[in-house]
């Protein structure tokens, strides 16, 4: 099956090639099982149920379906919906969509779809909000009093419905009418196994409060109700205590007041109880049976209930009355008759009931009659029915199905027609079937099956089905769509199907066999006399209302119209209605048996598709041309196929397409150019037209991709390549910059260095060189000047004894400093030199000798050192008699002193005189005036002393003079220190020769008899006066203790 771009099979029939069931069927279950629900024929939408809830509803795709004409998306309900409202509101056209398929296959759900979309799509405002509200709050009331659940479908309706919604110029709904079709009322009394009872009496039980049951005299459970299915009171997904609060709210909403509410829901409980009166069988004294009621309470409680009196309830269903023009017969009823007679009430009761509520609510929303109006009717009715017992019921349910499709065939023709005429295009019969024949056969006003019923119904004598069924015999024994035994059998026909009390008639869907057991009955549809005028006596203005016919001013011998004759009429104006409108078409088609998703029977959906004349609908429409589009679209959607019309195109729409299909040499009579539109005959070369777009498409997809490729890679080479250059450029700039930055600065360095060294050349003549060492000079005298003056002004003390010296300011001075120091100190000493007179220079240059001799040596030089040197300790000058001792020798004595000279032999000491000269040392017996020894001092070999603080010396004679034949002198001195110094001196002056001054403590003394060691020790506690005592040791020690 060619498919066309983007659709899951072919969304229209009308292009399905081949065009037979088989090819149908499958595009419908390959469109199913992808979930696409719905497809066209047309503009007809078929709608497969999905028994599942598919997210294709909602706000969102209302708004998509808005805004886009009828092909333009995917087949859906709000696409026709759309194009409806839109006629309706923009072309002043009243619409019709007509919804019909078998039950369960989705009426109600579309109608209800239609319905809400327009609501959404329509004006806004308070006033019209509550209309909407009003319109969309019918169906839960109705549904809850109309609906049943069936073994087809959980929610059935069991009654046909036409609502006509009103809107006014602009587009805004004012209101509405519903009309009802029969009323399936046989339900209230009897259902089939696994069906219910109409919804409401579920929902009252289930959804009233105690005190609202108690009032209605109810009982909660559902078993106590011989009208309600024993064995079926709930159903899977259905919740009917809180469907009873939506459909009280709903009623609210509408306008029903509290009052009529309750006394809707008082008649529906006399119905529920109605069922459980039990009628027994009597017998009356004349043997004939008669029938009585068994339990009064029930009958007692109904009386309470509507204010009726029970006894005359329980005649009314127990008896007949009749009455001719002369006499009144009152005769019983036996049980059968009795249970008819209430079966009858109940289901009487029960549509009145319903026909009351659809004219209160057609009050509430009814449209005042002075305003213009737009019309669009929404028709939910039963589909074709072939059950397997077809009776009465089904019968006027195919008639209306078979005048639907008369509507539909008619209505397609014409607008084809009329299509063509407004588009200049000659019209070509179409062949078809037309149905007319089959309407005639039931609906003809004297030679119809309607007619002949109601005729056997009025008729006097014995009437009973099978007379009627001799009749139709009879009359349509010839008749192309009609058979039944007789008329088989005269054709000799062997048909085991076909029961005798059958008759079968050639729908335009099928053949139905209908057996005509109870047609008289049901098409009569009378109530007792008695009962309606017992109704009518009730006091409940509700029950009252609803059997006008019972009141006694109004009776009237003349029939009712019977049932046949209503539906009739009703149907009547059912199609001037529909005549008048525009046509839309939903037909729903049932996929399966079992109320489940996705499962898609192919049988029986080819029946349904053949009810509905699916095929015939295609083949209508395809007629003439199979498709047509307005050349604008079509220009748009082929204008890539011509190089003419590709990429622009600046001429008409029209030429435009008479270009493209010119280029692609189309056969003329595949074509046909309308005023707006462009016709083509057959689905191929649509197809063909698709095959080339798809084909260019990919072209072109390739040509874009080439050129969007070439253009990105283009675009992207010249950035990068304007990139490299931008980078090279800044990056040559900033190298350029670096360098000349480089450059500029050795230029100026070199210009500096050169100017500088022109500038010193210049000036150099006016600086002296060597400026910075003359200044370095001048500083540096400065500061020594400075230093020196700064010293010169401080000069420290000039006493020799105050070394005191200021330190040097700088390092640098240090050494000068020093040396001047030493200068100073030296000028200072020769200062106070240069005052001593020449006797203190002698004084002082013994005293520097004894220092030279004996400081660090002796320890009694330091007590020396301040006594000054007298050298006369005997007092020499004044006594003459000391001066002879001196001889008669030239000079001063040098050193007159009593010294102890100690024995060899004892160590004991003895004194002497002791005068040193400028030649010799004498000494002398204190006591003799004679010079004992005189020692010249040449003699003098060395003097040794001890280190102590004693005054023992020996004179070391020279063993070669004559002296020394008496051994040295081993003397004692209390003026060692200056003795001996003298005595240095002297031997120097004298002989030139310096006396060597030994300070030793061991020395040895040369004696005449020998040499003796004297040994010189420190005794203990000596103070400032020191004692000798000594100590022969041997012959050749003498041991000296100083204390
Ligand atoms: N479009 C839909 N989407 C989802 N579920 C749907 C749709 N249409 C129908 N159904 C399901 O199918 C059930 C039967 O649909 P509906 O009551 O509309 O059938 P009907 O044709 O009115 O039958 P009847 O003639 O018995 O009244 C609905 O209760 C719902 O569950
Ligand atoms: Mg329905």
């Known amino acids: ?313 329980e005649k009314a269903l127990c008896s007949r009355t009749m009455e001719t023009a002369k006499e009144k017969v009152v005769t019983a009823l036996n049980v059968i008759q009795a249970q008819y007679a209430r079966d009858a009430l109940a289901k009487n009761i029960y549509s009145r009931l319903f026909n009351w509520i659809v004219n209160r609510i057609n009050e509430s929303i009814k449209v005042g009659t002075g305003e213009k109006k737009k019309v669009m009717g929404v028709l939910d009715i039963y589909g074709f029915e072939i059950l397997e017992d077809n009776s009465f019921e089904q019968f006027v349910i195919n008639y209306c199905n078979e005048k639907l499709q008369q509507v539909f065939i008619e209505m397609t023709l014409k607008e084809e027609q009329e299509e063509y005429k407004r588009e200049g295009i000659p019209w070509t019969k179409v062949d078809y079937f037309d149905n007319g024949i089959i309407c005639n056969l039931i609906e003809h006003n004297q030679r119809g099956i309607l007619a002949m019923l109601d005729e056997e119904c009025l008729r006097p004598g014995v009437v009973s089905d099978s007379t009627f069924l001799a009749k139709l015999n009879q009359q349509f024994s010839k008749h192309g769509h009609y058979e039944s035994k007789v008329t088989q059998n005269a054709q000799h026909q062997h048909d085991r199907t076909m029961g005798l009390s059958c008759f079968r008639i050639c729908h335009y869907a099928g053949k139905v066999t209908y057996n005509v057991t109870s047609f008289i009955d049901k098409n009569n549809d009378l109530l007792f006399r008695d009962l309606s005028q017992t109704m009518w006596k009730a006091r409940h203005p509700l029950l009252r209302s609803l059997f006008p016919e019972g009141d006694p001013k109004q009776a009237s011998l003349k029939r009712p119209p019977t049932a046949g004759a209503q539906f009739k009429s009703s149907v009547a104006i059912l199609m001037k209605n529909l005549y008048s409108k525009n046509p839309n078409y939903i037909r729903c088609i049932k996929p399966n048996e079992h109320q489940q998703r996705g499962q898609f029977s192919s049988d029986l959906v080819a029946t349904q598709a053949r009810y509905l004349g699916l095929l015939e609908n295609v083949r209508v429409r395809r007629a003439g041309y199979a498709h047509r589009q307005a050349y604008k679209p079509f220009l748009e959607r082929y204008r890539l196929l011509s190089r003419s019309t590709w990429p622009h195109w600046n001429g008409g729409d029209r030429e ?182 020449p006797k203190q220079v002698e004084i002082l240059r013994e005293k520097l000798c004894a220092s030279e001799l004996f400081r660090g040596k002796k320890a009694s030089y330091p007590q020396s050192v301040p006594i000054p040197f007298r050298g006369d300790y005997i007092g020499l000058q004044g006594n003459p008699k000391l001066q002879k001792l001196k001889g008669g020798e030239e000079g001063p004595v040098l050193m007159a002193e009593t010294v102890k000279k100690v024995n060899r032999s004892n160590g004991k000491t003895s004194s002497r005189i002791l005068l040193l000269t400028k030649g010799h040392v004498i000494l002398t017996d204190t006591k003799k005036s004679q010079a004992k020894t005189v020692i010249g001092l040449d003699s003098l070999a060395g003097v040794s002393v001890t280190s102590l603080k004693d005054g023992l010396f020996n004179l070391h004679l020279n063993e070669t003079t004559s002296v020394a034949s008496k051994g040295d002198f081993l003397l004692v001195s209390e003026h060692v220190v200056e003795l001996l110094t003298k005595m240095y001196r002297a031997v120097l002056d004298a002989t030139q020769r310096q006396l060597p001054v030994t300070v030793t403590d061991k020395f040895s003394v040369r004696f005449k008899e020998g040499s003796v060691t004297v040994q010189v020790i420190q005794g203990q506690g000596g103070d400032g006066n020191s004692k000798l005592s000594c100590k022969k040791k041997g012959s050749r020690c003498l041991e000296v203790t100083v204390q």
């Open 1 to 313: 099956m060619p498919l066309l771009e983007g659709s899951v099979g072919v969304e229209d029939l009308i292009l399905l090639e081949p065009l037979v069931e088989e090819s149908l069927l499958k595009n419908l279950q390959l469109r199913y099982e992808n979930k696409e629900i719905y497809t066209y024929i047309g503009n007809v939408v078929i709608s497969v149920n999905p028994y599942q809830q598919l997210p294709i509803y909602g706000p969102e795709f209302i708004a998509k379906y808005r805004d886009y004409t009828f092909y333009e998306l995917k087949p859906h309900i709000y696409a026709l919906a759309n194009v409806a409202y839109q006629s309706l509101r923009d072309r002043d056209r009243d619409q019709c969509i007509l919804i019909t398929g078998e039950s369960g296959a989705g009426k109600t759900e579309a109608s209800k779809l239609v319905m809400s979309y327009v609501a959404a799509v329509c004006a806004k405002g308070e006033e019209v909000n509550s209309v909407k509200e009003q319109l969309l709050q019918s169906n839960p009331v109705l549904e809850a009093f109309g609906n049943a659940k069936t073994i087809r479908n959980n929610n059935s309706s069991r009654f046909g419905k036409y609502m006509d919604i009103e809107f006014d110029f602009k587009g805004s709904p004012l209101g509405g009418v519903i009309t009802n079709y029969l009323l399936e009322k046989s339900r209230v009394v009897k259902q089939l196994k696994g069906e219910r009872n109409f919804h409401i009496f579920y929902q009252l039980l289930a959804g009233a409060d105690a005190q609202l049951l108690k009032a209605l005299k109810l009982e909660q459970d559902t078993r106590g109700y011989t009208y309600l299915n024993q064995e079926m009171s709930r159903v899977d997904g259905m919740d009917d205590a809180s469907s009873f609060r939506v459909v009280k709210n709903a009623m609210t909403v509408i306008g029903f007041s509290e009052e009529e509410i309750r006394q809707v829901l008082e008649v529906t409980s006399l119905v529920l109880k109605l069922g459980n009166v039990e009628v027994a069988s009597e017998f009356q004294a004349n043997g004939i049976s008669a029938s009585g009621i068994r339990d009064g309470k029930g009958i007692q409680e109904i009386g309470e209930l509507v204010g009726l009196n029970s006894e005359e309830l």
């Open 656 to 837: 435009g397409v008479e270009k493209i299909l010119g280029d692609l040499s189309l056969s003329s009579e595949e074509l046909a150019f309308g005023k707006t539109k462009i016709f083509i005959r057959s689905p191929k070369t649509l197809f063909y037209l698709e095959e080339q777009r798809r084909l260019r498409l990919q072209q072109l997809a390739t040509l874009i991709q080439k050129t969007y490729r070439g253009w990105r890679c283009r675009t992207h080479y010249q950035l990068m390549r304007k990139s490299q250059i931008l980078i090279s450029s800044w990056f040559r700039g900033n190298m350029q910059k670096k360098r000349y930055g480089k450059m500029k600065a050795s230029a100026l360095l070199i210009q500096a260095f050169v100017r500088g060294w022109k500038a010193r050349k210049n000036y150099r003549k006016y600086f002296r060189s060597g400026a910075a060492l003359t200044l370095a000079n001048f500083i540096y005298k400065s500061i020594a000047q400075k230093f020196l003056l700064g010293l010169k002004n401080n000069l420290p003390s000039t006493n020799v004894l105050d070394d005191k010296w200021p330190a040097a300011p700088y390092k640098c001075f240090r050494t000068a400093s020093e040396e001047l120091r030493q200068l100073f100190y030296q000028w200072k000493c020769k200062k106070f030199r240069d005052q001593l007179s």
